[in-house]
């Protein structure tokens, strides 16, 4: 009898369980790791996923669990150069590889990078082949390390690794994520309630930089990257991000629109000199990812607007559970 193709997800309950979802629905037998096994989404028996608690930073755990070598491994939860050199070491035993690196990595045309004094600035759609930071021992889980940490780590992963898919996200969105981007968005209009169109949902809500455009990440089109670099195991990078960059105040009011809000409220920009507390919106980097590779691998991309509803969703009725 055939088995099933067996996937190990390191760091997979949060931004990675709607991959552990996709993978499991297409028969592959999946087990995630995380270090808290209360934070296992209720539905991972229904999915026959499983969940092993294991702390990334002890290699030996990662090993052990990868033993002889899964069908698929993805870390989500790599950061620092020598946790991608164990890892390079266990994707030549695995069938393939799926790294988790970020936009981050990316520098423009001046060096800047995103967490440089001033941002950095894109013209245009980034594409795979832009310049990368460049690594200098930084401490990886700070604003300077985080990018550069990332960018050695792929460097080192496509040196010495085998069949590694490297992934770079935008900033993700999607039921079980940590950095639940949508709650903040929610509060503007209906505070800590739900968004359900009461009398604040008319009035135009006034927020800073409403014109920027941020690619977004979905946790689904995410999952589906992570599936077609499952099926075609090889050597790659990818951006991945969601079909439709548009500016943050349309990706706030379609937020709005998937909690029910109605009327979907205005945004106006607001005047900085006027009201410099402003509310800022989570998509504040003007930074557009280029997604033709990742249609050339065949992976449909999903629009904002198509998966907001996601993330809201879980948001509102987590809400609700803890008011009751
Ligand atoms: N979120 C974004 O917008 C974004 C954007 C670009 C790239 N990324 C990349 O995506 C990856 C996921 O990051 P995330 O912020 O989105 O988090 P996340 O996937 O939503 O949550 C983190 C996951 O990793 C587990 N985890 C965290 N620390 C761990 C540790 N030390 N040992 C074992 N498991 C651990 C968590 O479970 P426990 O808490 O139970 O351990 C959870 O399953 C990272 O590599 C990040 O750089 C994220």
Same mark, same amino acid.
């Given at each position: 009898?055939?088995?099933?193709?067996?996937?190990?997800?390191?760091?997979?309950?949060?931004?990675?369980?709607?991959?552990?979802?996709?993978?499991?629905?297409?028969?592959?037998?999946?087990?995630?790791?995380?270090?808290?096994?209360?934070?296992?989404?209720?539905?991972?028996?229904?999915?026959?996923?499983?969940?092993?608690?294991?702390?990334?930073?002890?290699?030996?755990?990662?090993?052990?669990?990868?033993?002889?070598?899964?069908?698929?491994?993805?870390?989500?939860?790599?950061?620092?150069?020598?946790?991608?050199?164990?890892?390079?070491?266990?994707?030549?035993?695995?069938?393939?590889?799926?790294?988790?690196?970020?936009?981050?990595?990316? !520098?423009? &045309? =001046?060096? %800047?990078?995103?967490?440089?004094?001033?941002?950095?600035?894109? @013209? *245009?759609?980034?594409?795979? #082949? $832009?310049?990368?930071?460049?690594?200098?021992?930084?401490?990886?889980?700070?604003?300077?390390?985080?990018?550069?940490?990332?960018?050695?780590?792929?460097?080192?992963?496509?040196?010495?690794?085998?069949?590694?898919?490297?992934?770079?996200?935008?900033?993700?969105?999607?039921?079980?994520?940590?950095?639940?981007?949508?709650?903040?968005?929610?509060?503007?209009?209906?505070?800590?309630?739900?968004?359900?169109?009461?009398?604040?949902?008319?009035?135009?809500?006034?927020?800073?930089?409403?014109?920027?455009?941020?690619?977004?990440?979905?946790?689904?089109?995410?999952?589906?990257? !992570?599936? &077609? =670099?499952? %099926?075609?195991?090889?050597?790659?990078?990818?951006?991945?991000? @969601? *079909?439709?960059?548009?500016? #943050? $105040?349309?990706?706030?009011?379609?937020?709005?629109?998937?909690?029910?809000?109605?009327?979907?409220?205005?945004?106006?920009?607001?005047?900085?000199?006027?009201?410099?507390?402003?509310?800022?919106?989570?998509?504040?980097?003007?930074?557009?990812?280029?997604?033709?590779?990742?249609?050339?691998?065949?992976?449909?991309?999903?629009?904002?607007?198509?998966?907001?509803?996601?993330?809201?969703?879980?948001?509102?009725?987590?809400?609700?559970?803890?008011?009751?």
């Amino acid at each position: 009898m055939p088995t099933s193709p067996t996937a190990l997800i390191l760091g997979g309950t949060g931004s990675l369980w709607v991959s552990a979802l996709h993978l499991a629905r297409a028969g592959w037998s999946v087990i995630v790791t995380g270090r808290e096994p209360s934070r296992m989404p209720g539905a991972a028996a229904e999915f026959g996923i499983r969940f092993v608690a294991a702390e990334r930073d002890e290699e030996q755990a990662t090993e052990a669990l990868v033993g002889d070598g899964v069908d698929l491994l993805v870390d989500g939860q790599g950061y620092a150069p020598g946790q991608a050199r164990a890892l390079a070491a266990l994707s030549r035993r695995c069938g393939g590889t799926a790294y988790l690196s970020a936009k981050a990595v990316y !520098v423009d &045309a =001046c060096g %800047r990078h995103l967490n440089s004094p001033g941002g950095a600035h894109f @013209d *245009a759609p980034v594409t795979e #082949a $832009g310049p990368t930071m460049a690594w200098q021992a930084q401490e990886v889980r700070s604003a300077e390390g985080y990018g550069a940490g990332k960018a050695e780590s792929e460097r080192l992963l496509a040196e010495h690794g085998e069949r590694v898919s490297v992934l770079r996200p935008s900033k993700i969105h999607g039921p079980w994520v940590r950095q639940v981007r949508s709650a903040p968005v929610l509060d503007l209009v209906a505070p800590r309630g739900g968004a359900t169109g009461g009398s604040r949902g008319r009035d135009p809500v006034s927020v800073a930089g409403p014109d920027v455009v941020e690619s977004t990440t979905s946790a689904e089109v995410l999952a589906r990257a !992570v599936l &077609a =670099c499952a %099926r075609a195991p090889r050597a790659r990078v990818l951006n991945v991000a @969601d *079909a439709d960059p548009r500016p #943050a $105040g349309e990706l706030a009011r379609e937020v709005w629109r998937a909690a029910g809000c109605s009327p979907v409220p205005e945004v106006v920009p607001a005047d900085p000199r006027e009201a410099p507390d402003a509310a800022r919106l989570p998509w504040r980097v003007a930074m557009v990812l280029d997604t033709s590779a990742l249609s050339a691998l065949g992976v449909s991309l999903p629009t904002f607007a198509e998966t907001a509803w996601m993330e809201v969703e879980w948001v509102l009725r987590q809400r609700r559970s803890q008011a009751s």
